[in-house]
């Protein structure tokens, strides 16, 4: 680790990494949602007569709806759907989420967050996720933990992943942080790119079915199979990053 902490520091040209906060993805990180949201999507668009690709649902979380569907509208239809299609097909997907889901936590995470706060660490929840009732949600589930101050949803951020915009958010929201003072906790491609193109260390782990790469291409700076590996070694990182400098 202390060889991936070394060469974020000099990529970015930081002296040190002062940390202040964990930004968290929220569908496959804190929620394990994501098998519910790729059977939405799938029986959404088989309604409509569309195809999706092989884990793309996956590969897109983070991406705002419209741009999803425009981008099965191009491949499959040559066009963009109109906003009536966009609206009507969002709707059924949200209508299917919601009894396809089980609302079950990711294994681990209350651990995480437990590391998190013990070494005095802001919890940020940077999600592209529009639903309503959600900090009701996540407060029923993991007890104040988040704020409504402390979250970034779908509908404070204009562009979305993969733009850095959510985790620069992230970073404000936390306290008008620099970026070698916070890390970012991701599972998908778009948000690691998000949060890399912030230049915050960025931890990917692989709870879905896309290959290891595809993670490590978007920018993560640590790759992790599940967050009950990333525990075992979180609080030496949070040490470590008391430590290095260059």
Known sequence: MTEKLISYLQKNKFENLDLRAVLFDMDGIIYDSMPAHDKSWRQTMQEWNLKLEPSE????????ARLMINMVFQRNLKRDATEQEVKDIYK????????????????????????VKTNGLIPILVTGSGQTGLWERLNGDLPNVFTPETMVTAFEVEIGKPHPEPYLMGLEKAGNLKPNQAVVIENAPLGVESAHKANIFTIAVNTGPIPDHILLDAGADLLMDSLDSLNSVLPK???MTETIKI
């Open 57 to 64: 649902s996956f590969i897109q979380e983070g991406r705002p």
């Open 237 to 239: 990182l949070f040490q």
């Open 92 to 115: 059924r997907k949200t209508e299917l989420f919601f009894e396809h889901d089980t609302g079950a936590l990711i294994p681990g995470i209350q651990e995480t967050i437990k590391i």
